[in-house]
């Protein structure tokens, strides 16, 4: 990950209901969660949750999908742990880590 990929995820993380935001999607899963729940969950006014949702999405962080007349929203794993690991790169003194901290979906999780 380039230094200003990661600069831009973690300046979208920096605000109170982006960051409560990104971890309900992280904690839905694969499955989602819509626009509508994700405003009843935090209590934000659509307006805001729009305005939060686009700053997460130009980040790279979260993707969205139509079902129906229904906006769904999801982590972007691929995003999220290339952005961990770029945070985490030369830990340990520079000592091998493992893979074991790369997080997966909750239903892949399951199924391994």
Do not use: W
Not at 22 to 40: D, I, K, P, W
């Amino acid at each position: 990950m380039k230094p200003q990929t990661a600069v831009e995820a973690l300046g979208s993380l920096a605000h109170e209901h982006r960051l409560a935001l990104f971890r309900l999607l992280v904690q839905a899963g694969e499955a989602g969660v819509s626009a509508g729940s994700l405003a009843e969950a935090l209590s934000v006014p659509n307006s805001s949750l729009s305005f939060h949702l686009a700053h997460l999405f130009r980040a790279g962080l979260i993707e969205q999908r139509r079902e129906g007349r229904s906006l769904i929203y999801t982590a972007n794993y691929a995003v999220m742990n290339d952005l961990v690991g770029y945070l985490m790169e030369n830990c340990c003194a520079g000592a091998d880590c493992g893979t074991d901290a790369a997080c997966e979906p909750a239903q892949e999780r399951k199924s391994a």
